[in-house]
């Protein structure tokens, strides 16, 4: 059984950093797509950053150059190191696996491409 866990959530001011950690477990994480997503209160979830089972990432436009997805595969751990936050950065932030590939990269940040979800960690950041 797949199990997604995220850590490291919290609350920071403007311009700090915070790294959530997804720990995964019940398949071979290595031939799997990662990826993070968020929903803030009254929006839609969208997909932040994405990984895929060669190391491709991929990172949405309001994140890059902030953030980045690194992984580490002897432990069957995702991170999103989050730097330079921002109050619009405040959600609820999910760690999301699939074990397809997509023929499009830009579909590792849609949500329909993934089946296994994390019950998610908030960040807040205040201005």
């Known amino acids: 059984q797949v199990q997604l866990v995220e850590s490291g959530g919290g609350s920071v001011q403007s311009g700090g950093s915070l790294r959530l950690s997804c720990a995964a477990s019940?398949?071979?994480?290595?031939?799997?797509?990662m990826g993070w997503f968020r929903q803030a209160p009254g929006k839609e979830r969208e997909g932040v950053a994405a990984?895929?089972?060669?190391?491709?990432?991929i990172y949405a436009d309001s994140v890059k150059g902030r953030f980045a997805i690194s992984q580490d595969n002897a432990k069957n751990v995702l991170y999103l190191q989050m730097d330079s936050l921002k109050p619009e950065d405040t959600a609820m932030y999910y760690c999301a696996a699939d074990g397809n590939l997509p023929y499009a990269r830009w579909l590792l940040l849609q949500e329909d491409q993934y089946i296994h979800w994390g019950q998610g960690t908030q960040v807040t950041v205040s201005s």
């Open positions: 990984i895929d089972s060669d190391g491709v990432t």
């Open positions: 019940g398949y071979t994480y290595s031939d799997y797509c």
